[in-house]
């Protein structure tokens, strides 16, 4: 059975997820259409590229991602397609495929010519588009029916870390806090790891705080286990499934999680001092 992934800005109150979910089963109800999620916020296409990133990859080759973030249909602005890793993505060409593959070349990149004609009307391009195109794939049809190959399309530059050498510190920031409040940074486990052979240890500093440990999972600091809940509420650095660099509270939450008792917010810097 087909698949096609669904992953958008549009929330769940609206018509529009369903539309799409309505629109996928009209023109082929064989289809499995799978949320990746509906709630990123508006617009952002850092924190669409995270959450792309982390999970498309769980999905089996040939599956379809239609990526509806900052998507709203312009004729200047071209619609793409995306082969990459084995995969197929559906996105406006704002950059943010650029972001999700930032270290991956396509295999083909498609500017997607259907309903593109100066007569057509396109009132919504997840259902007029992204939909019909995901559909045909899906369907086994070819891309080059419903695009024409392009070279490139919007780059958009991924904030990465970067390594002071006088300070010996690697300077990175925030980029995506998760529903447990964790606070999830740019920095990689290659990154650090590849620097820190150099040094006896390190200091993690953020705000007026600092961490000298990072451990694998959330679960690694809990070193008795039936004792397990005296651990709740401490605070600790791990390198998460997707080998970033994480700032979290054992058993934290929105409400009392790394976000809120840290105070940082996307975009400020974590440090790691190394000596």
């Not at 018509?15 to 799409?20: D, F, G, Q």
């Not at 419903?146 to 904030?159: D, M, N, T, V, Y």
Request: glycine fraction near 6%; avoid cysteine; charged fraction near 20%.
């Amino acid at each position: 059975m087909s698949i096609i992934t669904l992953t958008s800005d549009f929330g769940r109150l609206d018509y529009r997820v369903s539309a799409m979910k309505g629109k996928i089963l009209s023109l082929n109800p064989e289809v499995n259409s799978v949320d990746i999620t509906h709630d990123i916020q508006a617009y952002n296409l850092v924190q669409t590229s995270y959450i792309v990133r982390n999970a498309y990859k769980y999905f089996p080759n040939g599956t379809i991602h239609i990526l509806s973030v900052d998507s709203f249909f312009h004729k200047s602005r071209k619609n793409i397609l995306y082969k990459a890793d084995g995969h197929y993505f559906l996105a406006a060409d704002n950059g943010l495929l650029s972001l999700v593959f930032f270290d991956i070349k396509p295999e083909a990149i498609y500017e997607i010519t259907l309903n593109n004609r100066f007569d057509d009307v396109v009132n919504f391009t997840s259902t007029d588009v992204f939909v019909p195109v995901a559909v045909h794939l899906a369907n086994g049809g070819l891309p080059e029916v419903i695009g024409r190959k392009i070279e490139s399309a919007k780059q958009l530059l991924f904030p990465k870390p970067v390594y002071n050498e006088t300070e010996k510190m690697i300077i990175g920031e925030v980029m995506y806090i998760d529903n447990f409040g964790n606070i999830i940074s740019n920095i990689n486990k290659d990154f650090f790891e590849t620097l820190a052979k150099s040094f006896e240890g390190f200091t993690i500093k953020f705000r007026n705080l600092s961490l000298s440990k990072i451990y694998s999972s959330h679960t690694e600091l809990v070193v008795d286990w039936e004792r397990e809940t005296e651990y709740h509420g401490q605070s600790a650095a791990i390198f998460n499934d997707g080998d970033q660099l994480e700032l979290t509270i054992y058993k934290g939450s929105k409400k009392n999680g790394a976000k809120t008792l840290f105070g940082l917010n996307v975009g400020e810097n974590i440090y790691i001092e190394f000596f």
